[in-house]
């Protein structure tokens, strides 16, 4: 399993991103998706889950109405769109394979975020 991140900047409080992710060596359209981040000095947090499908979308309330999660089976690609950016939403996101039980059990080596103005 590869999962490969990119899109994260430095960004003001209150701008946009969009992160994306591309897997590989597994079928990715058979997969529920995670975007987990840590904070610094923080532990992981999941901040989105989609079904393999997309059809199924859940969010941590910490980030319901300014982000927004999708896929792209033909491309094996996921995404996060953020907007309003807050400072305590710097933290390194990392794209992860759900295991079917809730969690995840593969992730890639992160993107960073940082919101600071």
């Known amino acids: 399993v590869y999962l490969v991140e990119s899109g994260g900047a430095l960004v003001q409080p209150g701008g946009s991103l969009r992160l994306s992710c591309i897997g590989s060596?597994?079928?990715?359209?058979?997969?529920?998706m995670n975007w987990v981040r840590q904070a610094p000095g923080k532990g992981l947090e999941r901040v989105s889950g989609?079904?393999?499908?997309?059809?199924?979308?859940r969010y941590a309330d910490s980030v319901k109405g300014r982000f927004t999660i999708s896929r792209d089976n033909g491309k094996n690609s996921l995404y996060l769109q953020m907007s309003n950016l807050r400072l305590n939403d710097t933290a390194v996101y990392y794209c992860?394979?759900?295991?079917?039980?809730?969690?995840?059990?593969?992730w890639g080596q992160g993107t960073q975020v940082t919101v600071s103005s």
């Open positions: 989609i079904s393999s499908n997309g059809q199924e979308t």
């Open positions: 060596g597994f079928t990715f359209s058979n997969y529920g």
């Open positions: 992860a394979k759900a295991n079917g039980k809730g969690a995840w059990d593969s």
